[in-house]
Nanobody
Framework: QVQLVESGGGLVQPGGSLRLSCAAS????????MGWYRQAPGKQRELVAQ???????NYLDSVKGRFTISRDNAKNTVYLQMNSLKPEDTAVYYC???????????????WGQGTQVTVSS
């Protein structure tokens, strides 16, 4: 079965950096758009960044210039480089991938398990 495994979260001081990774495993034949979402306690989940198969990107306004999303299609992995982190970036970050195609299940959307990012001095 397909699963998206996230890594790279943790505790960092304001102004610091983290790099999140999300690796899709399984008998994957193709992956469509991939993205990172986040949800803070008591807050709505929001799209942080997304990247299409053709490498077009879109960012939440508040992270523009600080975060960079990238993907390695050969490794079925999406990354989120987070620089100049702020306390308001604190949230659980979820990896998402749509249109993951497998021979058994066709095209489906998958979510990572979430990784905690805490920005605190």
């Amino acid at each position: 079965q397909v699963q998206l495994v996230e890594s790279g979260g943790g505790l960092v001081q304001p102004g610091g950096s983290l790099r999140l990774s999300c690796a899709a495993s399984g008998s994957i034949l193709s992956i469509g758009a991939m993205g990172w979402y986040r949800q803070a306690p008591g807050k709505q989940r929001e799209l942080v960044a997304q990247i299409t198969k053709r490498l077009s990107t879109n960012y939440l306004d508040s992270v523009k210039g600080r975060f960079t999303i990238s993907r390695d299609n050969a490794k079925n992995t999406v990354y989120l480089q987070m620089n100049s982190l702020k306390p308001e970036d604190t949230a659980v970050y979820y990896c998402n991938a749509d249109y993951i195609y497998t021979r058994s299940d066709g095209y489906l959307q998958y979510w990572g398990q979430g990784t905690q990012v805490t920005v605190s001095s």
